[in-house]
């Protein structure tokens, strides 16, 4: 089974070259990512994992860090709706 | 005037932003293109930017992506505007073209519906001439990102009555904007202002005076602009820059406003901007 995180965390490397972002870090807090990065993260975590991003799990919150992005998911893919 | 529906015509990228402000605002939007491959990219980024603002604003918005969405008709008939109180044009930026538009419109569109103008350069008073309604016809200016920008130059024809230019403020409080009014002139004021200032930043470049990184770096740090002068022509299109200047050279008969001949060689190598990966910068 994959683990979201590793890509989580590999989607962030190609990214943000020479930048060794820990897992709960806050990634808009930081300054690197702008809201059209936002959109990008959120199509790729909807395409990558096949969930649906829903009205309500559309908060910053949810993307802020890779540690948020993978709890995210796996609340899509284990938790019930 | 109550206005309930609003008519956009081109969904390219101001007509899509027009579009998702006036559904945001509780209006109903009939967004109409004539390619339906351009209205399918166009629901979609629509849907993208709304989810995106979502995510973005801390305030919780009182209503669905789909509900905001719904009231956007996609279509690409014309016939469809025959409903419309409102009508904000935003097709190519090309004389030609926006004239068969204004011909369709002004046999399709009903009498009361006001004809607002979104172009950058050319002249009010004469897309008015091109209607029987001049008196109903403004140029109503967005900037881009529609979504993100909260002014709006208003032009006012030279036929244009006060009623209409009150409908128009009227409609642009309701989704949150304001409509600042100046007179018909080739380029307005901003335009006519900005082209001239990005053309002259692409002489400097052409002469190899600075490379473009310091160029923008100038204005940035001298002057606090949010973005130098070819950084936003990269966002604004070199195409529709190159357009832009020749309507103002046309319209002017002056010299200063001829285009410079390195914009000419971008777009005709396709390098476009933004929208095409590549203008002076990479993206």
Redesign the interface.
Known sequence: MDDPRLKIRTFFAQRFRGYELNDDEDIFAIGFVN?IF??QL??FVEKEFGVV?E?ED???AN?NSINAITALIDRKNGGTD | MSIQTVGVVGAGVMGRGVSQVLSQAGLNAILVDVSDEILDQARLEIK??I??Q???NKTA?GE??DAVLQRIEFSNEYQKLERVDFLIENVTENFEIKREVYRQLDVICPDHCVFAANTSAIPITRLAALTKRPAKVIGMHFMNPVPMKPTVEVIKGFNTSAETISTAQELLERIGKEGIVVNDSPGFVTNRVLMLTINEAIFVLQEQVADAETIDRLFKTCFGHKMGPLETADLIGLDTILNSIEVLYESFNDSKYRPCPLLKKLVDAGFHGRKSGRGFYFY
Do not use: I
């Open positions: 809201s936002a959109l959120v199509m991003v009205d559309l908060e910053l993307f | 993208q930017n989810r995106l979502r995510m973005m918005p669905t992506t």
